[in-house]
DNA sequence: TCAAAAGTGTTTACTATACACCCATGT
DNA sequence: ACATGGGTGTATAGTAAACACTTTTGA
């Protein structure tokens, strides 16, 4: 210990930028801070990294607290470590995005905490640094998704070509089409055709596929094209 | 003030994964760590974030200490915060990696810390997880060379096309065709040829080129194909 | 019968890759 | 003369993108 000691401490944070698709576009979860500085502006949702804990069960711990919902696909996004990004004190703080089904997650938990589910196309303004997380962290996604097809993170457990073309339309904010992009999907050997249709979008029925659940296959191949 | 300070406080350090190349090869700039835990053990350059400090200008000051460089390309990698990865101390590490040239840096500097350029190929063990730290910086440089040109960072200001392309080939550990790797560069129009020819690789000599000073064009294609 | 999505096939354009070939010149 | 890298051109293959067309069925 003696060699560290003379250096300074810091309050290291976690904040995740929760994302989770309705509707044919990508959401955010904010909520309205509930402490100075900044009480009531729209913040990410956020905690303190604690004695004994990584930051990955920071970030866990977190989500939990907030949607109630564990085992959620969650990446690193980067580390935010301005002296003054937080007016109040210096806080270092570790940005997580996390993928989560909407109609999954407890809308108690959301709503104890006065969250609200924002479109990506229209956020409002966040305290400090987190629109440059957010901004991040969609980039992120964006290459995440590029190279693994997100799907079952985002959508049920079951669901058509139309849906996860939206939902990837929704990802990187243009449109796909709608022949080629079936082909390029189901060349990646990744789903599975159930014997089930979707009859809401379609009078004709659209079958609707699974995730095989192999290993979550990576760098099979490119789906989108940079 | 008042709702943070229930919370606890952490050691937060950068280390450097610093990067030169030298006949055909990557090399990574390693030291024997000066006090305990591991005394003597292979490490990365590093240092604490002290207060009023962000971790980039932390990252710039380590690397002025130990190479004498300013203005350096250097890029975060990563939070590595397992509350076990240093076993003397709680200390969160934000990881950066830089690109250097390694004809410029401050001999004298290095030698008095005992440091020592390893090819990328031949690593020693490391400490902690600083074995991690390089991969995913490697994984990091990858992704920037691939989308960006990467060359007066690790070259000299004036390089022939025959050393750019070796030094791809180091980034990328595999070949490239001499012909196609010449055209795909070149359409990218970023590089000026200079009237004087490298006349040490071959007998008909090879022209040098600079690359052009505007702004440092991003995305403008792909370099290498993932 | 029409609209709308499902699903399949075809055509075109582009680009990565392989490789042939001439050039210049020191040894 | 020949070996070596410099530099250019071309042929092939694979893939992205555009789009035509057929299927199905509720309204």
């Not at 930028?17 to 509707?23: A, K, T």
């Not at 979860?29 to 920071?58: C, H, I, T």
């Not at 969250?115 to 987190?130: N, R, T, V």
């Not at 796909?176 to 014997?195: A, H, M, Q, T, W």
């Amino acid at each position: 210990m003696k060699h560290y000691t003379k250096h300074p401490k810091h309050f290291v944070a976690v904040d995740c930028v929760i994302l989770g698709y309705d509707e044919g576009e990508l959401c955010l979860l904010l909520y309205p801070r509930g402490f100075e500085p900044s009480k009531g502006a729209w913040s990410l949702m956020g905690g303190f990294v604690q004695d004994g804990e990584s930051s990955d069960n920071a970030a866990k711990r977190v989500l939990k607290q907030t949607i109630g919902l564990e085992d959620i696909f969650m990446q690193q996004v980067a580390a935010f470590a301005n002296p003054d990004r937080d007016p109040e004190a210096r806080v270092i703080s570790l940005a997580y995005y996390a993928l989560v089904r909407m109609d999954e997650h407890d809308k108690a938990c959301v709503r104890e905490n006065g969250a609200h589910w924002w479109p990506i196309s229209e956020l409002p303004e966040m305290i400090f640094d987190h629109g440059k997380m957010v901004e991040q962290a969609l980039v992120k996604l964006q290459q995440e998704a590029g190279y693994r097809l997100i799907g079952k993170e985002l959508l049920a457990d079951k669901f058509t070509l139309l849906q996860l073309r939206k939902l990837y339309e929704a990802i990187f904010q243009r449109e796909f089409d709608p022949g080629n992009f079936r082909k390029k999907i189901l060349s990646l050997d990744v789903l599975e055709r159930l014997n089930e249709k979707d009859l809401s979008e379609s009078k004709k029925g659209a079958f609707y596929y699974t995730c095989k659940n192999e290993v979550t296959e990576r760098g099979l191949d490119r789906i989108v094209k940079v």
